[in-house]
């Protein structure tokens, strides 16, 4: 029997998932940049974005075609086959943890059911970021992606909050938190959220309050912009240790 990531002792191929800034460029560690200098070829979502983090270190990437979200499954497959010659690639995001919301899943259940070693290189995700700065309870929390687009399934998304009594992180879109808060405030009006903007970048902010009051705030603001991780406070639980 093999062990769980000992991958294929013959082909010496190994996938890399190597974790990149959500915003500043700073933010990488040292294991990484080794590794993304060191590998054979690199995958992006978009090679026009990872490039610029590569420039900046000083990285000559050789780049592989792009894997993003719907990307035809020959490229897994020619991904595959290389790693079972021996070769070392890294999976990048455009910003932050691979697979975090972000393609790339395909890619990683292949070279596992193919018995290629996968090694993660920890870092940024915009998730955990906002969460350990919102000030909400970190014990118990639920990452639940994106709400839907459509009013009816976002309507009975945040309905079957109303039991939740776990953080629930989520992310949202500058064109949608509107109609997000507005649900929220509607169904949730007591939770206390949190708002996370632009994390790390030069214009980062965060906003705290019920939900109706982060909608005031941004509804009276020209324009909204950037990348937003929103944080719902769970129902309030029971003292355990207290009796009825």
Known sequence: ???????DPESGGVLY?????IGNLEDITFRAIRILKEVDLIIAEDTRRTRLLLQHYGIQANFGPSLY?????????????QLHGGAKIALVSDAGTPLIQDPGYPLVRSAVDAGIQVIAIPGPTALITALVASGLPTDHFIFDGVPSKKDGRRRVYFQSLMQEARTVVLYESPHRILKTLETVAQLLPDRPLVLCRELT???EEVLRGPAAMILHELQSRPSIKGEMVLIIAGKPRKNPDRED
């Open 17 to 21: 998932l190597v974790a990149t800034p």
């Open 69 to 81: 979200e719907g990307a035809d499954e020959r490229r897994v497959d020619e991904f595959i086959e």
């Open 1 to 7: 029997m093999r062990a769980a990531n000992s991958g």
């Open 201 to 203: 970048k030069i214009h």
